[in-house]
């Protein structure tokens, strides 16, 4: 009777996303643990053994053939198969099907639009759009979805992009400074010719002022600059809320 075995170069997975890379003429995969390739390459995931299945490399990880030692040290002038893992996870193509690249892509769609909600609002009555109206927004300019890049990112993108079509803008931040002495006029004079900011209180006392102000959450970084370098660190930038916005009836 005869005996059915499995080679000893083949190992069976199952439910795998995989890595592909091309080398030295030949392809080489990776298995990897559906959803964490992305959270390693954005550097969310830090442990290899919570991303990959086993630490092997294969020709084809759906066949469950492994990589020949001499094949690898030619492509990758190593066989260290977990190191290898790392470059493919790095520099290799993910393998998705058209059912997961539309599934991933809508997602992502979603995540923008929540996040550009979360970020503006309509200047108009400084309420903050529903993720709904965005999305429509998003789909009458036609916007296309970049899979490489993350929701944050596009956002930013989107925002610029819908400003040809509704009202909307970044939520201001409301920021509090205290300063004093020669540089206090300096200071003010530049803060005031930012196109963004809105002054919203001024309190005087000697040569001691306080100003309460809105402004673009994109100039936060050129103001504490240039505040600490105009005040030679003397002066005190605060933080007083993230977003400024009406919620119903209620100011925030």
Same mark, same amino acid.
Request: aromatic residues 6%; charged residues 35%.
């Given at each position: 009777?005869? !005996? ?8 069976? &997975? ?9 080398? =030295? ?16 390459? /954005? ?23 492994? =990589? !020949? ?29 058209? +059912?997961?690249?539309? $599934? ?8 923008? =639009? ?9 200047? %108009?009555? @400084? ?20 899979? /490489? ?5 596009? =956002? ?12 909307? %803008? ?11 002495? !020669?540089?206090? +006029? ?38 504490? $600059? ?7 660190? /003397? ?7 993230? @977003?400024?916005?009406? &919620? ?5």
């Amino acid at each position: 009777m005869s !005996k059915i075995f499995t080679p000893t170069n083949q190992i069976r &997975l199952t439910n795998v996303a995989v890595v592909r890379i091309k080398k =030295a003429g030949k392809r080489f995969e990776i298995a990897c643990y559906r959803n964490k390739v992305v959270s390693w390459r /954005n550097q969310v995931e830090k442990d290899i053994d919570e991303v990959l299945q086993t630490h092997s490399v294969f020709t084809n990880v759906s066949k469950g053939q492994v =990589a !020949k030692k001499e094949d690898l040290i030619k492509a990758f002038g190593k066989d260290d198969h977990t190191e290898i893992c790392k470059e493919i996870l790095a520099k290799g193509e993910l393998q998705v099907s058209d +059912k997961e690249r539309h $599934s991933q892509t809508e997602q992502l769609f979603k995540d923008i =639009a929540t996040t550009v909600a979360d970020k503006c609002l309509n200047p %108009e009555i @400084k309420r903050p759009y529903p993720v709904t109206i965005i999305e429509k927004a998003m789909k009458d300019v036609h916007y296309s979805v970049k899979p /490489n890049q993350s929701a944050k990112q596009q =956002a930013l993108q989107v925002i610029k992009l819908l400003k040809e079509s509704i009202p909307i %803008e970044r939520a201001k931040m409301r920021l509090k400074v205290n300063f004093k002495g !020669k540089a206090s +006029k300096k200071i003010k004079e530049k803060l005031t010719k930012i196109e963004s900011v809105e002054i919203e209180k001024e309190d005087r006392e000697d040569d001691e002022i306080t100003l309460v102000f809105l402004v673009d959450p994109g100039y936060f970084k050129e103001i504490d $600059s240039m505040v600490q370098s105009e005040s030679k660190g /003397n002066a005190f930038l605060e933080v007083m809320s993230y @977003k400024e916005m009406v &919620l119903g009836d209620e100011h925030f």
